[in-house]
């Protein structure tokens, strides 16, 4: 099955750095979801995007499809924005069933 | 617009006992999906529901897992009898079909502790 590597493991950084968050994937997909994991434990979605680049407020996004790949930017970080970044994808071939990475563990610090 | 909820949200049984999960889906999503994270573990992918047909439960552990969605609204997921390492969040999701309706949208998820 579709394998999902997220990189870093751990993150660390001073309110107001920027970050990327790297996601690479072994196969082709037909979705692709980033999610942040807030401190309660619910899973929030930030962006859907099997390719192509988007942008929500400090947030972007781009998936390179034909590379395999998708990136996070977060700019001018905040202590809000720490908790887990999940990568999860869907291949081209099944149901939709999203198949997540191991996440990214944020912490911002003041 | 009301999102995917989940019922309850944390459940302690002993183990051997059963438990009842239920989620309510975002209205009008014909698809459902569960998911579970076990301890130190990533997040699995259990079933999938299209209204009230199962369309892949490959990710179904075992027998003691049964997972119902009659007349394709709410969705049950029943563990019997729980075992220790059944312990963990329980994630469910819904979703539109075809192209961007594939996102899915999760519930807060149903934290359970099998003692």
């Known amino acids: 099955g579709i394998q999902v590597e997220q990189s870093p493991p751990d993150l660390i950084l001073q309110e107001g750095a920027n970050s990327t968050l790297r996601c690479n994937f072994s196969?082709?997909?037909?979705?692709l979801q980033w999610f942040h994991q807030n401190p309660w434990g619910q899973l929030i979605n930030l962006f859907y995007?099997?390719?192509g680049t988007k942008q929500n407020g400090r947030l972007s996004a781009t998936t390179v499809a034909t590379e395999r790949y998708s990136l996070l930017y977060i700019s001018s970080s905040q202590t809000t924005d720490s908790g887990v970044y999940f990568c999860a994808v869907a291949d081209s071939g099944g149901y939709n069933k999203l198949i997540f990475g191991a996440g990214t563990r944020l912490a911002v610090h003041p | 617009e009301a999102g995917v909820t989940q019922f309850p949200s944390h459940s302690v049984i002993e183990k051997g006992q059963t438990v009842t999960l239920r989620c309510d889906p975002i209205?009008?999503?014909?698809?459902l999906y569960w998911y579970r994270r076990v301890m130190g573990k990533e997040i699995k992918f259990l079933l999938h529901?299209?209204?009230?047909?199962?369309?892949?439960e490959s990710g179904m552990p075992n027998n003691r897992f049964l997972a119902e969605r009659t007349g394709g609204t709410y969705s049950t997921l029943k563990v019997q009898p729980a075992e220790l390492e059944d312990s963990g969040v329980y994630f469910c999701?819904?979703?539109?079909?075809?192209?961007?309706?594939?996102?899915?949208?999760f519930g807060p998820g149903t934290r359970l502790t099998v003692l």
């Open positions: 529901f299209v209204k009230e047909s199962k369309q892949d």
């Open positions: 209205s009008g999503h014909d698809n």
């Open positions: 999701a819904s979703s539109q079909t075809g192209g961007a309706h594939n996102e899915q949208f």
């Open positions: 196969d082709s997909v037909n979705n």
């Open positions: 995007i099997p390719s």
